[in-house]
């Protein structure tokens, strides 16, 4: 028992150092044939050639726009507003169940509706994307309340506070950490959400270079695309990771 305890664990930048060993180690210095995934060789030509040939510079800076932009006013929102959200939440009970039908629509409907009535709209695609993300930090909320001690809150009214104290000063206090959390994986899913958009309007960023590779049959491409896409996020959540340890460090 002892030993599992002291086990160290693995962390996801060394799972991921360990998979490009073993990428490189299979198609690159062996003589495994196959056609699914392209020597790194080639994989880092292609790596260079979006820069050059799909202007993946142009096309970061416009998926980027929707992705940091939406989740910084999602957080300014959530923190603004987050008590009045509790105080709603506490006073009409069973108003989340607003959101179960939506639960039944599917996001790639919703984006081919969005892009056949707003084509190629900027504006369009951040506000579906700022909305997507202050939902899902709606649903952190939601989830934490199941889990907020009843001791804090008993402890807090035999000191007499009022309930919009209990509110801000314990409820929404202890609520935080688990909000925040769960912030990495919204980072996670909302490029995911931005891609989907792009790739199915062909709106310029990311999603485009993805459906421009997709109609030429460029592998290379799209593999070095999602390697580099996958190396942001791993890097922007080990930043976020860290700002929020140093920001909400109570529990």
Do not use: C
């Amino acid at each position: 028992m002892s030993n599992i305890k002291s086990s160290k664990k693995f962390t996801a930048s060394k799972v991921t150092l360990f998979l490009v060993l073993i990428y490189i180690l299979l198609f690159e210095f062996t003589w495994l044939t196959q056609s699914v995934f392209p020597k790194p060789s080639l994989l880092f030509d292609s790596f260079l050639s979006l820069f050059s040939d799909y202007n993946l510079l142009n096309a970061f800076v416009e998926t980027t726009a929707n992705i940091f932009p939406a989740i910084l006013i999602s957080v300014i929102l959530i923190e603004l507003f987050g008590k009045t959200i509790l105080k709603i939440l506490f006073n009409f009970r069973g108003i989340e169940n607003i959101k179960l039908p939506f639960r039944y629509f599917s996001f790639f409907f919703l984006v081919l509706l969005l892009n056949l009535f707003f084509q190629e709209s900027f504006w369009v695609e951040f506000i579906f994307v700022t909305l997507f993300v202050f939902g899902k930090f709606i649903t952190s909320i939601l989830d934490g309340l199941d889990s907020i001690s009843d001791e804090y809150i008993n402890s807090a009214k035999s000191l007499g506070l009022s309930e919009n104290k209990i509110i801000s000063k314990v409820i929404w206090k202890e609520l935080q950490p688990n909000v925040y959390k769960n912030l990495t994986s919204i980072h996670t899913e909302v490029w995911v959400v931005v891609i989907i958009y792009e790739f199915v309007g062909a709106v310029n960023g990311m999603g485009a270079i993805y459906r421009i590779a997709f109609n030429y049959n460029d592998l290379t491409a799209i593999v070095a695309l999602g390697v580099f896409i996958s190396l942001i996020i791993l890097l922007v959540n080990s930043i976020i990771k860290i700002v929020i340890s140093k920001l909400i460090f109570w529990k």
